[in-house]
């Protein structure tokens, strides 16, 4: 073997260890920063080392200071495992290096590029013609889908924003639940479109459709987003669409949905319901590293109108276009980026259409399983209406919640994250791997028992 196969093999038999590891070992870090830092060693070499050797540092040294994101036991944000063949497609995408800015450059991955984004739509119920874009997560969607929007309303009103840029331009409105994830305020700050305006929400984080139809229509009428929600990060709640959807279009909004993991549902018969409705939107943004399990970094920005979203993130040379989607680079803010799609096409063509609606119904059944153990702490309650994969609970206090939460994580049986919720602390549950199964939950259970037990 060459220096390379030998780092490759090196590689792959730290990469089983880890895996095989995670069934049984604690789920939080073990190591500091600064244990990690001594294990590597900060002084940068006066020459070279062996591609081999370099590869058994960083595993060996960095072993202890790993967190076990990809456990069965990990709830906390909300953070997917890797599927298998996401993960082994992964390595082969670095191994092919492929740039995919153009259709004619790395034909494999515009031909898998088409075909995960076709089967996608198809998935998620969305409009079969839409653009799909491949970005590093859901806040770039975001940031993607909204910069269509942001330009389209900007030009239904006479105004350039590619050419003349914002200043001087007619403001644009943009109206928000008040309970919408932080990552649709830093899209908006990176849009120049400031704070948006908030629109009331109910006790599970919905934007109420009659105060967000009396906002819209407040006031002359102005170029306006609306961004709504499929699946609240606290309750997994997801915003009526129907309604405000209708409401939006009345006022002649640009409609967009954040639902980085909250769109899947619509790939289950059990749960489309969620997302009735939501259809109806002009962009969409979700991710592929929460519910669909690919490894990091890929979200999918999802725009109706394939020529909105090229006008604001594609090059303005006509002869570029190829294609009446566009090139890959079209639909995303990067030039120069990895083959995304890989790892997408391989977890969708591993689980088939079944295979998805499985892993929802599957994340959703183990959320209510542990709605219903909670439950049954007496000092525990569960706070939220457990519609979808997310969790909240509560025991008795705000200090006493944080007290259990605390003594969980030093038991390292499972990572759950802590949070605010409706005024009060909350052990906060999202259940997004694909791997977790009933026992994981079980032990979960058991840990949280302990914790409140205090043994
Ligand atoms: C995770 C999340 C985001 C941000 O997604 P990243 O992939 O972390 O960029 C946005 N919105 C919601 C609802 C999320 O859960």
């Not at 991955?109 to 590093?136: C, K, N, Q, R």
């Not at 566009?326 to 799609?341: I, N, T, Y």
């Not at 549950?429 to 032990?443: G, K, P, Y």
Request: proline share 4%.
């Amino acid at each position: 073997m060459d220096a390379r196969e030998t780092a490759l093999q090196q590689a792959y038999e730290h990469a089983v260890r880890w895996l095989a590891s995670l069934s049984d070992r604690r789920v939080p870090a073990d190591a500091s920063v600064d244990d990690i830092v001594r294990a590597l060693g900060a002084t940068l070499p006066s020459g070279p080392s062996t591609p081999a050797d370099v590869v058994d540092l960083l595993a060996t040294a960095c072993e202890p200071g790993l967190t076990a994101f990809p456990s069965g036991r990990f709830y906390g944000f909300v953070i997917g495992g890797t599927e298998p063949a996401a993960l082994a497609a992964d390595w082969l995408v670095s191994a092919w290096d492929q740039n995919c800015v153009l259709r004619a450059v790395s034909p494999a991955h515009t031909a898998v590029e088409d075909i995960a984004g076709m089967w996608l739509l198809d998935l998620l119920g969305l409009p079969e013609d839409s653009a799909v874009g491949f970005t590093t997560g859901a806040t770039m969607a975001n940031f993607t889908c909204l910069a269509a929007g942001r330009d389209t309303v900007l030009r239904r009103s006479g105004w350039n924003v590619a050419r003349d840029g914002l200043a001087g331009g007619p403001p644009v409105r943009v109206v928000v639940g008040q309970d919408r994830h932080m990552a649709v305020d830093l899209a908006l700050r990176y849009l120049g479109l400031g704070e948006p305006e908030t629109v009331t929400s109910d006790d599970q984080g919905r934007i109420e459709a009659g105060a967000l139809r009396r906002a819209l229509t407040a006031g002359e009428r102005r170029p306006t987003i609306v961004v709504l929600q499929a699946g609240d990060i606290h309750s997994g709640a997801f915003d009526p669409f129907v309604e405000t959807i209708r409401a939006a279009r009345e006022a002649d909004a640009w409609v967009h949905v954040d639902g980085a993991f909250g769109l899947w549902a619509a790939a289950s018969p059990a749960y489309a319901h969620l997302t009735a409705g939501c259809a109806g939107a002009d962009s969409w943004a979700t991710d592929a590293h929460k519910t669909l399990n690919v490894p990091y970094d890929c979200g999918l920005a999802v725009v109706r109108d394939p020529s909105a979203v090229r006008a604001a993130m594609g090059q303005r040379g006509d002869y570029l276009i190829q294609h009446e989607h566009g090139d890959p680079f079209d639909k995303v803010p990067e030039l120069s980026r990895r083959g995304r799609a890989f790892t997408v096409w391989a977890a969708l063509r591993s689980l088939g259409r079944s295979g998805v609606t499985d892993l929802v119904d599957r994340l959703c059944r183990h959320a209510a399983s542990f709605a219903a153990g909670i439950a049954a702490i007496e000092e525990a309650s569960v706070l939220n209406d457990v519609v979808f994969t997310q969790v909240c609970a509560g025991f008795g206090s705000d200090e006493r919640t944080d007290e259990v939460l605390t003594r969980l994580l030093d038991d390292g049986t499972a990572w759950i994250s802590g949070s605010t919720w409706q005024g009060r602390r909350v052990m906060r549950i999202s259940v997004s791997n694909w791997s977790t199964t009933e026992d994981d939950v079980t032990r979960t259970l058991d840990a949280i028992r302990r914790a409140c037990a205090g043994t």
